[in-house]
């Protein structure tokens, strides 16, 4: 392509997950011209659901919002979507070592709850190990780490190991790396293969007793990406992967497979792995390099299983199971109270993971299957669907939640984690200070891109 046929723009957003939408909407509201580019066939990223035969929404992807998540609650206010408790109504489930038991309430990074059965020795060994935990947690900088004695130390560390030295019980033991997994700590890894720092930094951002799955959406948070875009018009393109970022003192040019553009800025608005991937001419700093090699997504599908009515409520239960279980560690009532159906999230992580994506077909349902019986009857055998988002084999998203930083990363690269290079800004819910791995983290680090934007001021390109 020649240079006079070069299309130029004020800013190119690359990635249309949630970030990547708010960042070019809030620039084209502002008066910039902008493209958003998406290398798939859609827009939403890891915001994205569809409706079943019933009626029905599920979220293949993330699916609640908090009480402290003001700019993703606002966002909802904006585009008049409604939103509603969670279902807790009922009796929590354990499943552990075999043994099942219910109880009130849960104890999820938190304890209000009924004591779920297990024995007092147990009991206190999980409160007291917390207590430290949350102590090591609260005392850190709420802003990214950097470098420091302290910080060194305990990025030097897998939480693995705290976990053996600060629990003496099986049960114990397993509620950390459960939480480590299932929950996630800024992406969901096992204990060992994940900093100690980096969980307890997740816990300061994004703590569990700020509760950020206390709702969720009428009609599900995959409707969202499709109300920001319709702001956007034809300034989206879909099926071009970016294939090479030239930049320079005065802007950026953008090769895709099909065409080139022009911008005095670009927003990369992916998970650094993927960031990572593009070619940058000339070559980004050592550091964010080394970065994009060490920071993996978490290895993580998740499994959406709808029922003709919420069955479980019938038996005084809330939907919600955990436990050590041999397929999955958690399970959440997903229902919509205005359609009368039933649905249950599931979700399977690390290891167990591995495992069940080694099944076939038809093995990898009855496995998700014969789990939810153990929680919830043989009613939970007899599903009316069963759909699977494979968030790890998705190759334009690499995993889930999150990412997550193995040890030494964040103390030896984490400066490059945010900090632009020249005209290029980096954005998405792994680049946020603040409830990371989150729509909330997404949505502020998308604003945030936008604003720098628009403070550095506009010599033409």
């Known amino acids: 392509m020649s240079e ?56 293949l992807g993330g699916q609640w919002v908090g009480p402290t998540q003001d700019r993703i609650l606002a966002l909802l206010d904006e585009y008049g979507v409604r939103h509603f408790p969670s279902p807790a109504h009922g009796r929590t489930v354990l499943l552990f070592n075999g043994d099942r038991h219910e109880f009130r309430g849960l104890f999820q990074g938190f304890h209000d709850c009924e004591v779920p059965g297990v024995t007092d020795a147990e009991w206190q060994d999980v409160t007291e190990a917390w207590d430290r935990f949350h102590a090591l947690s609260a005392a850190l900088d709420p802003r990214h780490p950097v470098a420091g004695d302290q910080n060194r130390r305990l990025d030097s560390d897998t939480f693995a190991r705290w976990i053996e030295e600060n629990t003496q019980t099986d049960f114990g033991r397993w509620y950390f790396a459960y939480m480590a997994r299932a929950v996630g700590f800024m992406g969901p890894a096992e204990p060992n293969q994940v900093s100690l720092l980096h969980v307890l930094w997740g816990q300061k951002c994004a703590p569990q ?28 393109r879909l099926n071009e992967p970016v294939l090479r970022i ?29 960031a990572g991937q593009i070619h940058y001419d000339p070559p980004l700093p050592s550091l964010r390099q080394q970065l994009t090699q060490r920071i993996p997504m978490g290895c993580l599908a998740k499994i959406l299983v709808s029922y003709e009515t919420p069955f479980w409520r019938e038996k005084g239960l809330s939907g919600m199971g955990v436990g050590n279980s041999s397929c999955f560690e958690l399970c959440a009532d997903s229902s919509d109270p205005e359609s009368g159906n039933g649905v249950i999230a599931t979700f399977l992580v690390g290891d167990r993971y591995k495992r069940w994506r080694s099944l076939n077909d038809s093995d990898r349902r009855s496995a998700v299957l014969s789990d939810l019986a153990k929680y919830f009857g043989e009613e939970a055998l007899s599903p009316v669907t069963y759909d699977e988002a494979d968030w790890a084999a998705d190759p334009w998203v690499g995993g889930g939640y999150s990412a997550f930083m193995p040890p030494g990363v964040w103390t030896s690269f984490g400066d490059a984690l945010a900090a632009p290079v020249g005209h290029i800004y980096w954005a998405g819910s792994e680049v946020a200070e603040r409830w990371g791995g989150f729509f909330e983290g997404a949505l502020l680090t998308g604003e945030a891109a936008a604003k720098a934007i628009l403070a550095a001021g506009w010599v033409g390109c």
Request: net charge neutral; charged share 20%; glycine share 14%.
């Open 4 to 59: 006079s046929n070069l299309s130029v723009y004020d800013c190119v957003v690359i990635g249309g997950g949630l970030s990547g939408l708010i960042a070019a909407r809030n620039l084209h509201r502002s008066g910039k011209s902008i493209l958003l580019i998406e290398a798939r066939d859609r827009i939403g990223g890891r915001m994205h659901g569809r409706r079943l035969a019933s009626g029905q929404w599920i979220d």
């Open 209 to 236: 007793a700020e509760h950020p799955d206390a709702e969720l959406i009428h009609g599900g948070a995959g409707q969202i990406p499709e109300k920001i875009a319709a702001e956007l018009g034809d300034r989206i």
């Open 246 to 274: 030239h930049h320079h003192e005065t802007g950026v040019e953008i090769e895709t497979g099909h065409n080139r553009f022009a911008a005095r800025f670009t927003i990369v608005a992916t998970p650094p792995h993927l």
